[in-house]
Protein backbone atom coordinates (compact mmCIF):
# COMPACT_ATOMS: atom_id res chain seq x y z
CA UNK A 1 0.00 0.00 0.00
CA UNK A 2 2.02 2.96 1.04
CA UNK A 3 6.00 3.28 1.52
CA UNK A 4 5.62 3.54 5.31
CA UNK A 5 4.79 -0.12 4.95
CA UNK A 6 8.22 -0.56 4.15
CA UNK A 7 9.55 1.16 7.19
CA UNK A 8 11.30 -0.88 10.39
CA UNK A 9 8.15 -1.25 12.83
CA UNK A 10 10.13 1.18 15.52
CA UNK A 11 10.23 3.62 13.05
CA UNK A 12 6.71 3.78 11.22
CA UNK A 13 5.29 3.16 15.27
CA UNK A 14 7.38 6.74 15.95
CA UNK A 15 6.48 8.41 12.94
CA UNK A 16 2.42 7.58 13.19
CA UNK A 17 3.20 8.79 17.17
CA UNK A 18 4.56 11.84 16.30
CA UNK A 19 1.50 12.38 13.98
CA UNK A 20 -1.32 11.82 16.61
CA UNK A 21 1.15 14.06 19.16
CA UNK A 22 1.40 16.92 15.99
CA UNK A 23 -2.20 16.95 15.36
CA UNK A 24 -3.93 17.05 18.93
CA UNK A 25 -4.91 13.85 19.12
CA UNK A 26 -2.67 12.66 22.38
CA UNK A 27 -1.14 14.43 25.54
CA UNK A 28 2.31 13.69 26.28
CA UNK A 29 1.71 11.31 28.86
CA UNK A 30 -1.50 9.50 26.94
CA UNK A 31 -1.81 6.98 24.39
CA UNK A 32 0.16 3.64 23.09
CA UNK A 33 0.93 2.37 19.88
CA UNK A 34 1.47 -1.37 19.55
CA UNK A 35 2.28 -3.80 15.78
CA UNK A 36 2.11 -7.38 16.37
CA UNK A 37 5.78 -8.91 14.22
CA UNK A 38 5.10 -11.87 12.59
CA UNK A 39 7.16 -13.67 15.07
CA UNK A 40 4.71 -13.36 17.89
CA UNK A 41 6.81 -10.55 19.48
CA UNK A 42 4.79 -7.19 19.97
CA UNK A 43 6.46 -3.81 19.42
CA UNK A 44 4.71 -1.52 21.86
CA UNK A 45 5.87 2.28 22.95
CA UNK A 46 7.50 2.57 26.20
CA UNK A 47 5.82 4.03 29.72
CA UNK A 48 6.52 7.31 30.70
CA UNK A 49 8.80 8.21 27.69
CA UNK A 50 7.80 12.23 26.11
CA UNK A 51 4.93 11.49 23.33
CA UNK A 52 6.50 14.83 21.90
CA UNK A 53 10.20 13.36 21.64
CA UNK A 54 9.71 9.39 20.82
CA UNK A 55 13.31 8.12 19.02
CA UNK A 56 13.29 4.92 17.49
CA UNK A 57 15.36 3.42 20.46
CA UNK A 58 12.38 4.10 23.05
CA UNK A 59 10.55 1.03 21.37
CA UNK A 60 9.85 -1.65 23.21
CA UNK A 61 9.86 -5.40 21.98
CA UNK A 62 8.53 -8.20 24.06
CA UNK A 63 8.75 -11.71 22.89
CA UNK A 64 6.19 -14.45 23.18
CA UNK A 65 7.24 -15.24 26.46
CA UNK A 66 7.49 -12.05 28.02
CA UNK A 67 10.98 -11.08 27.55
CA UNK A 68 11.94 -7.52 27.11
CA UNK A 69 13.88 -6.33 24.63
CA UNK A 70 14.35 -2.44 24.92
CA UNK A 71 15.92 0.78 27.16
CA UNK A 72 12.68 0.92 29.07
CA UNK A 73 9.54 -0.98 30.29
CA UNK A 74 6.72 -1.61 27.56
CA UNK A 75 3.50 0.91 27.97
CA UNK A 76 1.42 0.05 31.59
CA UNK A 77 -1.37 -1.10 29.10
CA UNK A 78 0.37 -3.66 27.43
CA UNK A 79 -2.02 -6.03 28.81
CA UNK A 80 -4.49 -5.24 26.61
CA UNK A 81 -2.35 -4.66 23.28
CA UNK A 82 -1.32 -8.73 24.18
CA UNK A 83 -5.00 -9.78 24.79
CA UNK A 84 -6.65 -8.53 21.72
CA UNK A 85 -4.04 -9.70 19.94
CA UNK A 86 -4.68 -13.30 21.70
CA UNK A 87 -8.68 -12.89 20.50
CA UNK A 88 -8.35 -11.25 16.89
CA UNK A 89 -5.65 -13.13 14.91
CA UNK A 90 -6.50 -10.65 12.05
CA UNK A 91 -5.58 -7.35 13.77
CA UNK A 92 -1.51 -6.86 13.61
CA UNK A 93 -1.22 -2.91 14.81
CA UNK A 94 -3.25 -1.32 17.91
CA UNK A 95 -3.61 2.29 18.25
CA UNK A 96 -5.31 3.88 21.66
CA UNK A 97 -5.51 7.31 22.53
CA UNK A 98 -7.39 9.83 24.67
CA UNK A 99 -8.19 12.44 21.55
CA UNK A 100 -10.62 15.26 22.78
CA UNK A 101 -13.74 14.29 20.46
CA UNK A 102 -13.42 10.68 21.20
CA UNK A 103 -13.23 10.94 24.85
CA UNK A 104 -16.50 13.71 24.69
CA UNK A 105 -18.41 10.95 23.22
CA UNK A 106 -16.42 8.06 26.07
CA UNK A 107 -17.62 10.51 29.01
CA UNK A 108 -21.08 11.39 28.33
CA UNK A 109 -20.95 7.24 27.59
CA UNK A 110 -22.56 7.19 23.53
CA UNK A 111 -20.98 5.96 20.62
CA UNK A 112 -20.04 8.41 17.96
CA UNK A 113 -22.42 8.61 15.47
CA UNK A 114 -20.79 7.75 12.05
CA UNK A 115 -24.14 6.94 9.75
CA UNK A 116 -23.88 10.96 8.94
CA UNK A 117 -21.41 9.73 6.05
CA UNK A 118 -20.77 7.74 3.98
CA UNK A 119 -16.79 7.45 3.76
CA UNK A 120 -16.39 7.78 7.30
CA UNK A 121 -19.12 4.95 8.24
CA UNK A 122 -17.53 2.39 6.03
CA UNK A 123 -14.12 3.21 7.32
CA UNK A 124 -14.98 2.77 10.81
CA UNK A 125 -17.23 0.02 10.85
CA UNK A 126 -18.82 -1.69 13.96
CA UNK A 127 -17.79 0.27 16.95
CA UNK A 128 -18.22 -1.08 20.33
CA UNK A 129 -18.09 -0.06 23.90
CA UNK A 130 -16.20 -1.59 26.72
CA UNK A 131 -16.89 -0.95 30.56
CA UNK A 132 -14.67 1.05 32.68
CA UNK A 133 -11.90 -0.80 34.68
CA UNK A 134 -8.81 0.51 35.57
CA UNK A 135 -5.88 1.23 33.45
CA UNK A 136 -2.96 -1.57 33.21
CA UNK A 137 -5.57 -3.91 34.60
CA UNK A 138 -5.71 -7.59 33.34
CA UNK A 139 -9.75 -6.83 33.73
CA UNK A 140 -9.62 -3.95 31.25
CA UNK A 141 -7.52 -6.48 28.93
CA UNK A 142 -10.48 -8.92 29.43
CA UNK A 143 -12.72 -6.38 28.71
CA UNK A 144 -11.70 -4.45 25.69
CA UNK A 145 -10.57 -8.08 24.44
CA UNK A 146 -13.84 -9.13 24.61
CA UNK A 147 -15.60 -6.17 22.57
CA UNK A 148 -12.75 -7.02 19.73
CA UNK A 149 -13.84 -10.60 19.69
CA UNK A 150 -17.31 -9.15 18.96
CA UNK A 151 -15.98 -8.34 15.48
CA UNK A 152 -15.45 -4.51 16.04
CA UNK A 153 -12.55 -2.49 15.01
CA UNK A 154 -12.87 0.26 16.95
CA UNK A 155 -13.77 -0.28 20.69
CA UNK A 156 -15.01 3.15 23.14
CA UNK A 157 -13.52 2.98 26.62
CA UNK A 158 -16.26 4.11 29.70
CA UNK A 159 -14.35 7.33 31.14
CA UNK A 160 -11.24 6.93 29.14
CA UNK A 161 -10.66 6.90 25.32
CA UNK A 162 -10.45 4.71 22.39
CA UNK A 163 -8.74 1.17 21.15
CA UNK A 164 -8.56 0.67 17.21
CA UNK A 165 -7.25 -2.45 15.53
CA UNK A 166 -5.90 -2.76 12.07
CA UNK A 167 -4.02 -5.19 9.42
CA UNK A 168 -1.05 -2.98 9.81
CA UNK A 169 -0.43 0.25 11.62
CA UNK A 170 -1.40 2.51 8.70
CA UNK A 171 -4.73 0.96 8.84
CA UNK A 172 -5.35 1.50 12.67
CA UNK A 173 -3.78 5.25 11.97
CA UNK A 174 -6.36 6.31 9.23
CA UNK A 175 -9.66 4.43 11.39
CA UNK A 176 -8.33 6.52 14.31
CA UNK A 177 -8.26 9.66 12.66
CA UNK A 178 -11.49 9.57 10.63
CA UNK A 179 -13.43 8.23 13.69
CA UNK A 180 -11.89 11.42 15.70
CA UNK A 181 -12.84 13.53 12.76
CA UNK A 182 -16.47 12.52 12.02
CA UNK A 183 -16.84 12.46 15.92
CA UNK A 184 -15.45 15.92 15.99
CA UNK A 185 -17.25 17.14 13.08
CA UNK A 186 -20.65 15.36 14.97
CA UNK A 187 -20.18 17.33 17.75
CA UNK A 188 -19.81 20.69 15.96
CA UNK A 189 -23.11 19.98 14.03
CA UNK A 190 -24.54 18.63 16.93
CA UNK A 191 -24.16 22.25 18.34
CA UNK A 192 -25.41 23.47 15.22
CA UNK A 193 -28.19 21.81 15.53
CA UNK A 194 -30.64 19.08 13.09
CA UNK A 195 -28.08 16.72 12.66
CA UNK A 196 -29.05 14.76 9.74
CA UNK A 197 -27.73 11.03 9.04
CA UNK A 198 -28.17 9.36 6.10
CA UNK A 199 -30.06 6.36 5.59
CA UNK A 200 -29.28 2.71 5.18
CA UNK A 201 -29.06 2.63 1.73
CA UNK A 202 -27.06 5.41 1.00
CA UNK A 203 -24.32 3.93 3.66
CA UNK A 204 -24.30 0.41 1.89
CA UNK A 205 -20.93 1.56 0.12
CA UNK A 206 -18.89 3.45 -1.73
CA UNK A 207 -20.19 3.86 -5.06
CA UNK A 208 -17.07 4.11 -7.58
CA UNK A 209 -17.68 5.13 -11.25
CA UNK A 210 -16.87 2.61 -14.23
CA UNK A 211 -13.98 4.14 -15.99
CA UNK A 212 -11.74 3.02 -19.45
CA UNK A 213 -7.93 2.47 -19.66
CA UNK A 214 -6.16 5.72 -21.47
CA UNK A 215 -3.99 5.01 -23.78
CA UNK A 216 -0.07 5.35 -22.43
CA UNK A 217 1.13 8.71 -23.69
CA UNK A 218 4.80 10.61 -22.80
CA UNK A 219 4.75 12.65 -19.81
CA UNK A 220 5.17 16.29 -20.68
CA UNK A 221 6.91 18.89 -18.40
CA UNK A 222 3.18 20.22 -17.71
CA UNK A 223 2.27 16.92 -16.11
CA UNK A 224 5.21 16.49 -14.35
CA UNK A 225 4.51 20.21 -12.89
CA UNK A 226 1.08 19.43 -12.52
CA UNK A 227 1.93 16.08 -10.24
CA UNK A 228 4.13 18.22 -8.13
CA UNK A 229 1.75 20.94 -7.04
CA UNK A 230 -1.37 18.93 -6.73
CA UNK A 231 0.81 16.65 -4.46
CA UNK A 232 1.86 19.96 -2.65
CA UNK A 233 -1.80 20.84 -1.78
CA UNK A 234 -2.82 17.47 -0.51
CA UNK A 235 0.20 17.74 1.99
CA UNK A 236 -0.49 21.63 2.91
CA UNK A 237 -4.46 20.74 3.42
CA UNK A 238 -3.66 17.91 5.49
CA UNK A 239 -1.09 19.97 7.54
CA UNK A 240 -3.71 22.72 7.85
CA UNK A 241 -6.10 19.86 8.83
CA UNK A 242 -8.84 20.66 5.90
CA UNK A 243 -8.20 16.72 5.01
CA UNK A 244 -7.38 13.81 6.84
CA UNK A 245 -5.45 10.34 5.65
CA UNK A 246 -8.53 9.17 4.02
CA UNK A 247 -10.79 11.72 2.44
CA UNK A 248 -10.41 14.54 0.14
CA UNK A 249 -9.49 14.78 -3.19
CA UNK A 250 -7.33 17.55 -5.67
CA UNK A 251 -7.23 17.78 -9.40
CA UNK A 252 -5.60 19.93 -11.91
CA UNK A 253 -6.16 20.19 -15.29
CA UNK A 254 -3.75 19.28 -17.90
CA UNK A 255 -5.47 19.84 -21.10
CA UNK A 256 -9.13 20.17 -23.13
CA UNK A 257 -10.03 16.80 -21.31
CA UNK A 258 -7.37 15.56 -19.41
CA UNK A 259 -6.27 16.00 -15.38
CA UNK A 260 -4.04 14.39 -12.67
CA UNK A 261 -6.08 13.14 -9.72
CA UNK A 262 -5.53 12.10 -6.42
CA UNK A 263 -5.69 8.55 -6.06
CA UNK A 264 -8.27 6.26 -4.30
CA UNK A 265 -7.47 4.96 -0.61
CA UNK A 266 -3.59 6.51 -0.14
CA UNK A 267 -3.04 8.40 2.31
CA UNK A 268 -2.89 12.35 1.57
CA UNK A 269 0.20 13.06 3.89
CA UNK A 270 2.54 10.49 1.91
CA UNK A 271 1.14 10.79 -1.64
CA UNK A 272 3.88 11.32 -4.23
CA UNK A 273 3.75 12.30 -7.89
CA UNK A 274 3.89 9.13 -9.40
CA UNK A 275 0.90 8.20 -7.03
CA UNK A 276 -1.63 10.64 -8.92
CA UNK A 277 -3.60 9.13 -11.04
CA UNK A 278 -3.86 10.75 -15.21
CA UNK A 279 -7.66 10.52 -16.21
CA UNK A 280 -10.55 11.89 -18.31
CA UNK A 281 -14.15 12.27 -17.45
CA UNK A 282 -14.30 8.48 -18.85
CA UNK A 283 -10.76 6.82 -18.74
CA UNK A 284 -8.32 6.86 -15.79
CA UNK A 285 -4.43 5.42 -16.60
CA UNK A 286 -4.32 2.12 -16.72
CA UNK A 287 -3.12 0.09 -13.50
CA UNK A 288 -4.07 3.20 -11.20
CA UNK A 289 -7.13 3.62 -8.74
CA UNK A 290 -8.52 7.30 -9.34
CA UNK A 291 -10.43 8.89 -7.04
CA UNK A 292 -13.91 8.12 -6.72
CA UNK A 293 -14.90 11.78 -7.40
CA UNK A 294 -12.71 11.51 -10.61
CA UNK A 295 -15.54 11.34 -13.03
CA UNK A 296 -16.97 14.09 -11.63
CA UNK A 297 -14.32 16.13 -11.64
CA UNK A 298 -13.88 15.13 -15.38
CA UNK A 299 -17.75 16.62 -16.17
CA UNK A 300 -16.51 19.51 -14.56
CA UNK A 301 -13.53 20.05 -16.68
CA UNK A 302 -15.29 19.58 -19.55
CA UNK A 303 -18.51 21.61 -19.23
CA UNK A 304 -16.16 24.79 -17.92
CA UNK A 305 -13.01 25.58 -19.79
CA UNK A 306 -12.12 28.53 -17.25
CA UNK A 307 -11.61 26.06 -14.22
CA UNK A 308 -8.40 24.72 -13.62
CA UNK A 309 -8.85 22.77 -10.47
CA UNK A 310 -11.24 20.70 -8.60
CA UNK A 311 -11.09 20.00 -4.70
CA UNK A 312 -13.65 17.98 -2.66
CA UNK A 313 -12.62 18.25 0.60
CA UNK A 314 -14.54 17.77 4.29
CA UNK A 315 -13.31 20.10 6.82
CA UNK A 316 -14.76 19.38 10.67
CA UNK A 317 -16.46 23.09 10.29
CA UNK A 318 -17.80 23.07 7.40
CA UNK A 319 -18.74 19.53 7.26
CA UNK A 320 -20.62 20.64 10.39
CA UNK A 321 -23.17 22.62 8.88
CA UNK A 322 -23.41 20.10 6.02
CA UNK A 323 -24.66 17.38 8.63
CA UNK A 324 -26.68 19.99 10.58
CA UNK A 325 -29.81 21.41 9.39
CA UNK A 326 -27.96 25.01 10.17
CA UNK A 327 -27.62 27.45 7.24
CA UNK A 328 -24.44 28.45 6.01
CA UNK A 329 -23.88 31.68 4.94
CA UNK A 330 -21.07 33.74 2.99
CA UNK A 331 -22.27 37.34 3.87
CA UNK A 332 -20.29 36.86 7.11
CA UNK A 333 -17.26 39.32 5.92
CA UNK A 334 -16.02 40.46 2.41
CA UNK A 335 -13.25 37.88 2.32
CA UNK A 336 -15.86 35.14 2.92
CA UNK A 337 -18.30 36.26 0.24
CA UNK A 338 -15.75 37.32 -3.04
CA UNK A 339 -14.18 34.30 -2.13
CA UNK A 340 -17.25 31.30 -1.73
CA UNK A 341 -20.23 33.42 -3.47
CA UNK A 342 -23.18 32.20 -1.93
CA UNK A 343 -21.97 28.76 -1.22
CA UNK A 344 -25.25 27.15 -1.44
CA UNK A 345 -26.29 23.69 0.59
CA UNK A 346 -27.89 21.25 -1.73
CA UNK A 347 -29.24 18.12 -0.42
CA UNK A 348 -27.42 14.47 -0.42
CA UNK A 349 -25.96 13.54 -3.57
CA UNK A 350 -23.46 10.92 -4.31
CA UNK A 351 -20.22 12.51 -5.69
CA UNK A 352 -19.80 9.22 -8.22
CA UNK A 353 -23.76 7.92 -9.03
CA UNK A 354 -24.76 11.37 -9.41
CA UNK A 355 -22.06 12.98 -10.95
CA UNK A 356 -24.06 14.92 -14.14
CA UNK A 357 -26.59 16.68 -11.57
CA UNK A 358 -23.61 17.43 -8.97
CA UNK A 359 -21.36 18.84 -12.27
CA UNK A 360 -24.17 20.52 -13.71
CA UNK A 361 -24.28 23.35 -10.40
CA UNK A 362 -20.88 24.10 -10.66
CA UNK A 363 -19.36 27.50 -12.17
CA UNK A 364 -16.21 29.82 -11.60
CA UNK A 365 -18.75 32.86 -11.74
CA UNK A 366 -22.07 31.63 -10.54
CA UNK A 367 -21.08 28.64 -8.09
CA UNK A 368 -17.75 28.08 -7.28
CA UNK A 369 -18.46 26.49 -4.03
CA UNK A 370 -21.40 24.03 -3.42
CA UNK A 371 -21.86 22.12 -0.08
CA UNK A 372 -23.28 18.98 -0.20
CA UNK A 373 -25.63 17.44 2.61
CA UNK A 374 -23.58 14.39 4.57
CA UNK A 375 -21.12 14.38 2.04
CA UNK A 376 -18.56 17.45 2.09
CA UNK A 377 -17.47 21.34 -0.08
CA UNK A 378 -17.22 20.59 -3.81
CA UNK A 379 -14.82 23.49 -4.86
CA UNK A 380 -13.46 24.72 -8.51
CA UNK A 381 -11.08 27.31 -9.16
CA UNK A 382 -8.75 28.38 -12.31
CA UNK A 383 -5.78 27.58 -10.11
CA UNK A 384 -4.98 25.26 -7.69
CA UNK A 385 -4.14 27.91 -5.38
CA UNK A 386 -7.51 29.53 -6.20
CA UNK A 387 -9.44 26.45 -4.92
CA UNK A 388 -7.07 26.07 -2.02
CA UNK A 389 -7.85 29.45 -1.08
CA UNK A 390 -11.65 29.27 -1.46
CA UNK A 391 -11.08 25.52 0.95
CA UNK A 392 -9.46 27.42 3.41
CA UNK A 393 -12.06 30.93 3.31
CA UNK A 394 -14.62 27.92 3.60
CA UNK A 395 -13.52 26.29 6.78
CA UNK A 396 -12.82 29.73 8.49
CA UNK A 397 -16.30 31.10 7.20
CA UNK A 398 -17.59 27.88 9.13
CA UNK A 399 -15.64 28.18 11.80
CA UNK A 400 -16.40 31.92 12.53
CA UNK A 401 -19.87 30.94 12.26
CA UNK A 402 -19.76 28.45 14.83
CA UNK A 403 -17.84 30.18 17.16
CA UNK A 404 -19.93 33.12 16.57
CA UNK A 405 -23.11 31.49 17.87
CA UNK A 406 -22.92 32.03 21.99
CA UNK A 407 -22.29 35.63 21.24
CA UNK A 408 -25.20 36.41 19.59
CA UNK A 409 -27.14 36.14 16.60
CA UNK A 410 -25.55 36.40 13.19
CA UNK A 411 -25.69 40.16 11.26
CA UNK A 412 -25.43 39.02 7.66
CA UNK A 413 -23.75 42.15 5.69
CA UNK A 414 -26.63 44.01 3.96
CA UNK A 415 -27.20 43.49 0.26
CA UNK A 416 -26.15 47.27 -0.49
CA UNK A 417 -23.12 46.23 0.73
CA UNK A 418 -23.04 42.79 -1.33
CA UNK A 419 -23.78 44.76 -4.43
CA UNK A 420 -21.49 47.49 -3.79
CA UNK A 421 -18.71 44.76 -3.53
CA UNK A 422 -19.33 42.93 -6.51
CA UNK A 423 -19.04 46.37 -8.38
CA UNK A 424 -15.82 47.28 -6.47
CA UNK A 425 -14.53 43.35 -7.22
CA UNK A 426 -15.82 43.29 -10.81
CA UNK A 427 -18.37 39.82 -10.32
CA UNK A 428 -20.53 41.63 -12.13
ZN1 LIG B 1 -5.34 5.31 28.02
Same mark, same amino acid.
Given at each position: ?????????R &? !???????R?Y?????????G?L??L??? +???????S?? &?? +???R $??????V?A???? !?????? /???F????????????LK?I????? #?????F??????? *??RV???????????????????? /? !?????K?????AG?? &??????N???? %????D?? *????????????A??V?? $??????????P????? #????? !??????PA???H? *??????E?? =??????Y?????I??AG????R???????????????L?????????????A $?? =???????????H?????????? #??? %????????? $?????????????????????? &????V????VA?????L???????????????N? #?A????R????????LE??????E???? /??P? +??????P?S??A @?????F?? @?
Amino acid at each position: MDSQNWLHPR &D !EMVATMDRIYRYHMTTTSGGNLSILDPD +GSIWITPSRV &DK +GSLR $AADIVRVAADGTR !EGLHPP /SSEFPFHREIYRRRPDLKAIVHAHP #GALVAFSIVRRLP *ETRVQTHGHQLCGRIAYAAYACPG /S !EELGAKIAEAFAGGA &DCVMLENHGVV %IGGRDLA *EAFQRFETLEFVAQTVIR $ASALGGLRTLPENNLA #GLAVP !EMGELAPAPVTHR *ERELRGEVC =AFAHRAYRQRLMISTAGAISARLDADGFVITPRRRDRLNLQPGSLVRATATA $AE =AGKRASRVSRLHGLIYAANPDV #GAV %INAQPMCAS $AFCMSAADFSSRTIPESYLVLG &DAPKVPFACVARDAEALAARMSIRRCPVLLIENE #GALIVGRTLLEAFDRLEVLEATAEALQL /SRPL +GPLVPMPDSALA @ELRRAFGM @E
